[in-house]
């Protein structure tokens, strides 16, 4: 990157109080890692303890859904030779298989984590594979979440809850509803066609 | 008797169900990687346990932290519970929250929704 565009980046994250950022591939040691620095300077920057545990908690809930629908970027610089061993896929349930320029290498995303007049947020993104008919679906649900009350939500919750979760998604999306229950304010998406058949997915929520 | 104990990891409670005392806790946070992989243990040394004339099970939860793949194993686990009640087995289910955290006290009311044979009640944390 080039210091003129490095000076841009750093003075807009240096905006609002930068509290974590993490940026490259992810998987569940990446989670553990991040997540214990994360409540580290949590301590250091969260008003109180129940802003410290939401925000850890979204911050779990969303690195958990971008190792489960993420995929890698663009194919563009050298290929990504993991220097890790592939996330372990027992059941072979994380990836849709869709696509299988994508199998065996772990998702791209980039989660930031900052404060603003003692509201922090949360902020992930990670490009996905793009179909129309999930995509629409993923941004119909972020919609339809902003739009409930508390109370809404906790009903929603207890449904999903008897539900078995179904098979297109992967795990429990639950764990939107449990987002949306955490953030203080509405939760917010964008869907950005990028090439190469992918979407880059962004999803932010304030607590 | 075989029961389980399990240390508490970063990302996993502690698990240490006593089949001689007829006593299970759970204690910690709980995030795992593999959820059902985890939890499949305990679901199993459960059975063993509840099939084989067990009179009683005095459950205690203190998780300060599950996220949402956990709420589904907590879910299957109290079901579990509650159908041994059903048949007979005295169930008794302590599910500590720290009071502040109004959302864990609702996800914990929540899961413990439709169980009707075993005994569950939401405690303060700090009452122990």
Known sequence: MELDRFFNVSQSLLRDKFVLGYSGHVSEDILQEVGNK???????????????????SIFVELMQNIIRYGVD???????????FDPIPDPKGDRRDGKNPLFEDVPP??????????????????????????ETHMLADKVAMLQSKTPQDLREMYRAQLRNTPDKKSKGASLGL??????????IACEMTPMPDG?????????V | ?????????????????????????????????????????LTSALNTYLENGANALATEIKLTYF??????????????????????????????????????????????????????????????
């Open chain 1, 177 to 186: 509803i449990e987002i949306a229950r955490k953030s203080t304010l509405p």
């Open chain 1, 38 to 56: 994360l409540r580290e300077r949590l301590e250091n920057h969260a008003c109180n303890s129940a802003q410290s545990r939401n925000v850890f």
């Open chain 1, 108 to 133: 791209f995303g980039i989660i930031m984590v900052s404060e603003s007049d003692g509201m922090m947020s949360v902020i992930a993104g990670n490009y996905i594979a793009t179909d129309e008919g």
């Open chain 2, 1 to 41: 008797m075989t029961g389980l104990k399990l240390e508490a990891t970063k990302r996993t409670p502690a698990i240490d169900l006593d089949t001689t005392r007829g006593r299970l806790v759970l204690m910690g946070e709980s995030y795992p990687e593999d959820v059902a992989g985890f939890y499949a243990p």
């Open chain 1, 198 to 206: 992918l979407t880059f997915f962004t999803i932010k929520a304030t």
């Open chain 1, 73 to 83: 970027g663009p194919k563009i610089g050298p290929k990504f030779e993991p220097d």
């Open chain 2, 67 to 128: 996220n949402s793949s956990s709420a589904r194993a907590l879910r299957d686990l109290l079901e579990q519970l509650d159908s041994a009640a059903a048949r007979g087995t005295a169930i008794s289910v302590d599910w500590f929250c720290d009071p502040d955290d109004d959302i864990t006290q609702e996800f914990a009311k929540d899961i413990a929704a439709n169980i009707s044979h075993a005994n569950v009640s939401i405690q303060d944390l700090d009452a122990t």
